[in-house]
Each structure stands twice: as structure tokens, then as C-alpha cells.
């Protein structure tokens, strides 16, 4: 069962799978989400997992009994949180990061402006709506999630956008700055 409520926990820089691993082996529900990037050293190139938001991974906790766990794992710094409140995700964005971080679409998008809100009509990210960001022949979907101050950017074909009506423009724009 998918849990309904997430939390973002800020981890020590590069103990991102450390600290994932060390929670899932004290039964304690996360997910890292990860991106393939080329590095290159002086005398090759290889392909390796990074996190998609550095020092970051997101959690599901059970109660106290979880929490005590949580913060008794090395790596782990504490959770992100907003008034003394912990921040928290809903499983829709969770679901929203995991399929960004599995797929990246590509095409052009020359019948659109950018700043210009639109929404995803087709595809794995069907229903998403975003702000295009960018122009470098294809079309740029940015979705904001506020708990990580982060954009989530996805290419996206111009056959799978559609423009919003200009009263909506206006409400996503605020909505993602």
C-alpha cells in the first residue's frame, strides 16, 4: 500500500543511498529518487545513478516508533520543516517525482511561448500542468515542488502540450514562482 503522507528528510551530502539504505533495512518506508548522468574523468566516461534532489530523500513514517528510528540513522540530519511544522508531500507528487525520474520526453515546440502555462495532454505525465521554461528545441514542462524549493524539468513533445486559457495562466504562474 502506497502511503498517503510523505516527509522530505535532508540527509549529509553524498549519503543519500547510505542513509536510503540503512532506513529500508530498519523497515522505515523511502524513496531516492535517482538520474542517470555521464561523468567524465581524464581518461574515460561512465554512466552513474545520482540523486535527483542532492541531500535529499523522501519518507514515510509510522508513528513515533519510526521516528525514533529516523533519527538514530548515521547520515541522517533532520527533517525539512516549515513554522516548526515538518513539510510533507502527498502521495500524488510523490507519484508525479517517481514518473518524472523514469522518463524524459523530447521534441519542438515552436508554437509556444515561452512563460507560457500549459498542461500535458498525452502520455505518462497526462493531466500535469506546468510553465514552459525553456528554448532549446523542445518543449520545457516545470513543475514546483514546494517542499524542496526545487523544479522538476521534463521534456516534453509538442504534441503532448496544450495551451491554458489565459484566467488559468495567470493562477499557475503565481503558483509555481
Do not use: C
Not at 510523490?94 to 511561448?113: P, T
Not at 521554461?133 to 514542462?141: F, N, Q, W
Not at 489565459?166 to 504562474?173: D, F, I, N
Amino acid at each position: 500500500m502506497e502511503p498517503s503522507k510523505w516527509y522530505v528528510a535532508y540527509v549529509r551530502t553524498r549519503f543519500e543511498n547510505k542513509v536510503y539504505e540503512r532506513l529500508r533495512a530498519k523497515g522505515i518506508i523511502s524513496y531516492l529518487p535517482k538520474k542517470i548522468e555521464l561523468r567524465q574523468w581524464h581518461d574515460r566516461k561512465k554512466k552513474i545513478e545520482t540523486p535527483v534532489f542532492p541531500s535529499y530523500l523522501f519518507i514515510s513514517l509510522n508513528g513515533a516508533e519510526d521516528l525514533i528510528k529516523l533519527y538514530n540513522v548515521p547520515g541522517f540530519i533532520r527533517l525539512i520543516t516549515t513554522d516548526g511544522e515538518p513539510d510533507t508531500l502527498s502521495a500524488e507528487q510523490v507519484e508525479l517525482i517517481k514518473k518524472l525520474a523514469r522518463r524524459d520526453f523530447a521534441v519542438s515546440h515552436k508554437s509556444f511561448i515561452i512563460g507560457e502555462a500549459v498542461t500535458v495532454t498525452s502520455g505518462l505525465l497526462k493531466g500535469v500542468k506546468g510553465v514552459l521554461v525553456g528554448d532549446r528545441g523542445d518543449g520545457k514542462l516545470a513543475v514546483k515542488i514546494s517542499s524542496v524549493n526545487s523544479y522538476i524539468i521534463a521534456s516534453v513533445s509538442v504534441g503532448y502540450l496544450r495551451n491554458i486559457g489565459s484566467e488559468s495562466r495567470a493562477t499557475l504562474k503565481e503558483r509555481l514562482v
